[in-house]
């Protein structure tokens, strides 16, 4: 049975493994090598350690666990910023699911609780995320939560050089079944 729940400062370490590991998986040929390879995991432990230490009051971090042997295994995370922008609206700034539980719906499942949270505290604001050009698999899921592309910008990420990503909108809070939430 999977599990989300808000997560907490102590959950930190756990969100920097899963966004680092998911990064080395997922943006190799987009970010420098020199990056995933080296200090991608101590960058995304100091990021998530003040993200999660020190909250602003918009922002929600949703992680996604399963019961296996007695304990808690994490299987992914989603963060979004409510009212980020006065254009776009929230944004959806991570969500990411461990390759092992991908396809088991956890992705829906997290992007309903952040939703939720973003309807419950902004509703008048839509929602917006960056996506790499790229990441064919990733523009089809938010098309499938129906969002549109937006339109695309190059810009630098951790690490240096350059990157072309691609802004996914929903203009209006998207509804998700109650199955998802």
Not at 63 to 68: G, Y
Not at 153 to 163: D, K, M, N, R, T
Request: hydrophobic fraction near 35%; charged fraction near 25%; aromatic fraction near 12%.
């Amino acid at each position: 049975m999977v599990r989300y729940r808000e997560a907490a400062q102590k959950d930190a370490p756990t969100i920097a493994i899963l966004h680092a590991e998911s990064w080395r998986t997922h943006y190799r040929g987009a970010y420098r090598d020199d990056y995933l390879d080296g200090p991608v995991f101590e960058d995304r432990a100091r990021i998530w350690a003040e993200r999660l230490g020190a909250p602003p009051a918009n922002q929600f971090v949703v992680l996604a666990e399963e019961e296996l042997d007695g304990r808690a295994t994490p299987l992914g995370f989603a963060c979004v910023y409510g009212a980020h922008d006065p254009q776009w609206g929230s944004l959806l700034d991570n969500i990411h699911v461990t390759p092992p539980a991908q396809g088991r719906r956890i992705g829906a499942g997290l992007f309903a609780r952040l939703t939720k949270w973003c309807r419950e505290n902004h509703p008048s604001h839509g929602l917006y995320l960056w996506v790499l050009h790229d990441n064919d698999k990733a523009q089809r899921f938010y098309r499938r939560l129906g969002a549109r592309d937006a339109g695309g910008e190059f810009s630098e990420p951790p690490g240096g050089g350059e990157i072309h990503g691609r802004r996914y909108v929903w203009d209006q809070l998207p509804s998700v079944p109650a199955r998802q939430q």
